[in-house]
């Protein structure tokens, strides 16, 4: 199964963007839906957007619809998650997952969560 590496996280302002790249290895990265997760001090982690296996349709949790945008790219293996208009309750360690498409779980046998990517959010 994959195995994701998760970067591109940092220090940003309210309302500023900010892209996150999930990264892959392991073969067959193009048979499995994606996910984008996060998780908050404190707090459970939560779904935030997911991709189908080609790329061409995505859902998103209601809190990142309109601000977020998922893509992936099947040569490059990578999961990319575009946000625009962020804000403090943004602030959180993004992971992302193979998902079942249409869930907002991580499927149930994925266990390799890579490190995630902090992402901060300043007011």
């Known amino acids: 199964q994959v195995q994701p590496v998760e970067s591109g996280g940092g220090l940003v302002q309210a309302g500023d963007s900010q892209t996150l790249t999930c990264e892959n290895s392991?073969?067959?990265?193009?048979?499995?839906?994606m996910a984008w997760f996060r998780q908050a001090p404190g707090k459970a982690r939560e779904f935030v957007a997911g991709?189908?296996?080609?790329?061409?349709?995505?859902y998103y949790a209601d809190s990142v619809k309109d601000r977020f945008t998922i893509l992936r790219d099947n040569a490059r293996n990578t999961v990319d998650l575009q946000m625009h208009n962020l804000k403090p309750e943004d602030t959180a360690v993004y992971y992302c997952?193979?998902?079942?498409?249409?869930?907002?779980?991580?499927?149930?046998?994925?266990?390799?969560w890579g490190q995630g990517t902090q992402v901060t959010v300043s007011s």
């Open positions: 997952a193979v998902v079942v498409y249409g869930s907002k779980q991580p499927s149930a046998d994925f266990h390799s």
């Open positions: 392991g073969r067959f990265f193009s048979s499995y839906a």
């Open positions: 991709i189908n296996r080609s790329g061409m349709t995505a």
